[in-house]
């Protein structure tokens, strides 16, 4: 692929993701290192404590993980993902992710992702994921 056609590829294909849809996961910007998205805490995203799920803000996480693990035209697999949850947002607020490369070789890739909130024009830190990734060799397109 020449150019940026991995990009548009991956991008291309994040449309036919319908469960972060269903999320309303919002892909903003991607790059060959970084990713940015966001999504806005619904009513129907909370847990049995009246707060937003972990679950929910995982899959923000998990959603960035799979889009730039996967933007070099290399089917990637997750082998690790390790959550810390630093903070509870609230329902109405807009969660952001912002992932960056940390490596990636012939096989493993690995990135770090920085879940956050805006209070009061500052981010407030909601979650910290790191993942792994296994990348298979084959080709999403030829």
């Known amino acids: 692929m020449e150019n940026h056609d991995h990009l548009i590829l991956v991008k291309e294909k994040y449309n036919e993701d319908t469960f972060s849809h269903h999320l309303g996961i919002v892909l ?3 790059t060959d290192d970084d990713i940015m998205m966001h999504m806005d805490l619904r009513p129907d995203m909370l847990n049995l404590y009246n707060r937003p799920h972990g679950g929910v803000i995982y899959a923000l996480a998990d959603a960035a993980f799979s889009v730039i693990a ?7 697999v997750a082998l690790d993902c390790t959550i810390t949850y630093h903070n509870g947002p609230d329902v109405g607020q807009t ?9 990636v070789s012939k096989r493993v890739g690995s990135y770090l992702f ?3 909130c805006m209070e009061d024009g500052e981010r407030k ?3 910290t994921m790191k993942g792994t990734a296994f990348r298979t060799g084959r080709a999403i397109v030829d």
């Open 95 to 103: 969660l952001y992710v912002h992932g960056r490369t940390l490596s």
């Open 125 to 127: 830190k909601i979650a």
């Open 70 to 76: 996967n933007s070099r035209n290399n089917i990637s």
């Open 28 to 30: 903003d910007e991607l």
């Open 114 to 116: 920085d879940v956050y």
